[in-house]
């Protein structure tokens, strides 16, 4: 008698043949392959999100997003094998495994054809960088960028890598740590040598998408490209992630939620979308719902930092400038020095009465020549402290130079009775029209 091998939905696994279909072998990560592993031993039974970090990160604790980002690679491959959905998402619990399961002899499975795979050190400084990428604090996306540096050193030619290196880009400009121009250029470059050697590589056209739209300002251009990012995958919650953003820049708010809505059915865990959600919400003006929204996930996902930043905003635009200060506080000390969640931090101290505390936050932050800090977000904090002359100087900056958070200075709440001057402002070349809603 051989080795025993698991058979579900036309699928092959054991321990000495990995996963296979038909005689083809189909390649999974390390981590990917642990969680296939674990629930192939519990078909139909809930597999906790304590039970999946506990055996593929045994030694230090595992974020709601890891382990969504792993069920993501698991999945992907076994559908584009040909099988359906076999793994079926908890909302806030854990995966369950679809698939009827019988344990076979190995000898009487088909031959296995070798493909060519990702090296398993290859997929660990992938894996690291993803996870430092996660934190979104300076340094770590600093580390990040060498992780994967010295990934694509070692495999030039792995799309998956390339295309973590262009979403970074997005994650650093995103947040203030990258310079729209630079971002730019380098999520072309990144996504441009993904494509290279595999032209329907789903999460490099995504983020290329993003930035032709959110950074280039060319956002017909980039809702295409995320139209047929989504359409190739409809399970990768970046794409809707991005492909919202670029919705609302383009006056599509309500399908912009849509997208979002419908993203968290397959990754009701994935923070980008949680945190876009609620923020959409507060840009549709619906300040109650946004912030029972942002409390709701940050239930789901405490390191969700932006969504403190949602509260935050709700909470000022309500009054409530105790809790808008103490919200924005709670950001700030997870990544003292993120841009984003400070400028949040300076509205909120403005509109509370703390114009000296608020400007002096916004004066270091101008200096600090390494940051970024969003100029509409400046903008919004300038126009709390009656400075309305120098918010419209910020927000027609960050117009100018493609700042990613520009998409929303029509529909951000904060600055809803500067919209007639907004709408005035000179667009820059290379910044199309807003196509009809």
Not at 31 to 45: F, N, Y
Not at 100 to 122: F, G, N, Y
Request: aromatic share 6%; with cysteine.
């Amino acid at each position: 008698m051989g080795e025993l091998a698991k058979r579900f939905s036309g699928f092959t696994y054991s321990a000495q043949g990995g996963l296979q279909r038909n005689g083809a072998r189909i390649h999974l990560g390390p981590q990917a392959r642990q969680l296939l592993e674990l629930l192939l031993d519990a078909p139909g039974v809930l597999v906790t999100k304590s039970e999946i970090a506990a055996r593929l990160w045994p030694d230090r604790a595992a974020s709601d997003d890891s382990i969504d980002r792993c069920a993501y690679l698991l999945r992907k491959p076994l559908r584009e094998a040909g099988g359906e959905d076999l793994i079926a998402t908890a909302y806030g619990r854990g995966l369950t495994f679809r698939a009827a399961v019988e344990i076979v002899d190995q000898d009487s499975v088909e031959p296995v054809r070798l493909a060519p795979s990702t090296e398993p050190h290859i997929l660990d400084l992938w894996q690291t960088a993803y996870e430092l990428a996660g934190d979104r604090t300076r340094e770590g996306f600093a580390r990040a960028q060498e992780a994967i540096a010295s990934a694509a050193q070692l495999d030039p030619g792995n799309p998956s890598v390339w295309s973590l290196a262009a979403d970074i880009a997005a994650g650093r400009v995103a947040r203030g740590f990258l310079r729209p121009a630079e971002a730019a250029a380098m999520i072309e470059d990144f996504a441009g040598r993904a494509l290279g050697p595999a032209r329907d590589h789903t999460p490099a056209r995504a983020v290329l998408g993003w930035a032709r739209g959110a950074l280039k300002g060319k956002i017909s251009e980039g809702v295409a490209l995320l139209d047929q990012s989504v359409a190739d995958d409809p399970l990768y919650g970046k794409a809707r992630v991005y492909r919202s953003w670029l919705l609302a820049a383009a006056d599509r708010l309500d399908d912009a939620l849509a997208d979002c809505e419908e993203g968290l059915v397959n990754s009701p865990h994935d923070q980008g979308l949680l945190s876009l959600r609620a923020w959409l919400i507060l840009c549709a003006g619906d300040l109650e719902r946004a912030r029972r929204y942002a409390r709701d996930g940050l239930d789901l996902r405490p390191d969700a930092t932006t969504l403190h930043l949602v509260m935050s905003i709700a909470y000022s635009l309500q009054g409530f400038h105790e809790q808008a200060v103490s919200s924005a506080k709670r950001a700030v000390a997870s990544s003292p020095d993120d841009p984003l969640q400070l400028t949040v931090l300076a509205y909120a101290l403005a509109r509370a009465g703390a114009a000296k505390e608020a400007e002096a936050l916004i004066g270091d932050l101008i200096e600090d020549a390494e940051l970024y800090a969003p100029p509409s977000f400046l903008g919004a904090a300038y126009f709390a402290l009656g400075k309305r002359s120098r918010a419209l100087d910020a927000i027609r900056r960050g117009i100018a130079e493609g700042c990613p958070w520009s998409s929303f200075v029509r529909v951000d709440p904060r600055l809803a009775s500067l919209r007639l001057a907004i709408d005035g402002l000179s667009r820059t070349p290379h910044t199309e029209a807003r196509p009809a809603g």
